[in-house]
T-cell receptor
Framework: AQKITQTQPGMFVQEKEAVTLDCTYDTSDPSYGLFWYKQPSSGEMIFLIY??????QNATEGRYSLNFQKARKSANLVISASQLGDSAMYFCAMREVLTGQFYFGTGTSLTVIP | NAGVTQTPKFRILKIGQSMTLQCTQDMNHNYMYWYRQDPGMGLKLIYY???????DKGEVPNGYNVSRSTTEDFPLRLELAAPSQTSVYFC??????????????FGSGTRLTVV
């Protein structure tokens, strides 16, 4: 079974609108961390946001927020007020504390339309 | 604050040649990793290391070798390059565990073409 599932290969959003990128995960480890990374066309991997499995509140970092629904095992990334520079690939990832293993999703390509 | 440094950034190899991709981190991270990313695809783990002297295979280790003689360095060796190894290679490092600090820090990548 896939550890991280991103079901949206590509997404479009109008500039200044909000967009949600979906991510579901699968683990039996009670302690884990969830991450989102951005990969612009230049190729580097940029850390965006982190959510711990025991965190009570959803993580936020500027225009990024993580909609964490533990019972549903989902960790959706919400980008508010989209900007042209947000056009990139976005990867969801999970790290299990017990095993230390890191798992990546297949990514979602986001295009922001002017 | 250099983070994770990868060299070279670009390389073209002929089939059958060998090369070493260099990776150095200055954050005293125990864990280091090598991934490859094929065009339009996600990341696949090649090899990883949990500390100096310890390495282990990931999902796609064939055709590659690694060593970890120091905490800082984790070179990836390609022997007998093949066109299937054309990819972008990322090195990453992390702490063993503990909050957001145990996320990855990535290098800037090495774009390798085998012709």
């Amino acid at each position: 079974a896939q550890k991280i599932t991103q079901t949206q290969p590509g997404m479009f959003v109008q500039e200044k609108e909000a967009v949600t990128l979906d991510c579901t995960y699968d683990t039996s480890d009670p302690s884990y961390g969830l991450f989102w990374y951005k990969q612009p066309s230049s190729g580097e991997m940029i850390f965006l946001i982190y959510q711990g499995s025991y965190d009570q509140q959803n993580a936020t970092e500027g225009r990024y927020s993580l909609n964490f629904q533990k019972a549903r095992k989902s960790a959706n990334l919400v980008i508010s007020a989209s900007q042209l520079g947000d056009s990139a690939m976005y990867f969801c990832a999970m790290r299990e504390v017990l095993t230390g293993q890191f798992y990546f999703g297949t990514g979602t390509s986001l295009t922001v339309i002017p | 604050n250099a983070g994770v440094t990868q060299t070279p950034k670009f390389r073209i190899l002929k089939i059958g040649q060998s090369m070493t991709l260099q990776c150095t981190q200055d954050m005293n991270h125990n864990y280091m990793y090598w991934y490859r990313q094929d065009p339009g695809m996600g990341l696949k783990l090649i090899y990883y290391s949990v500390g100096a002297g310890i390495t282990d295979k990931g999902e796609v280790p064939n055709g590659y070798n690694v060593s970890r003689s120091t905490t800082e360095d984790f070179p990836l060796r390609l022997e007998l390059a093949a066109p299937s190894q054309t990819s972008v290679y990322f090195c990453a490092s992390s702490y063993p565990r503990g909050g957001a600090n145990y996320g990855y820090t990535f290098g800037s990548g090495t774009r390798l073409t085998v012709v």
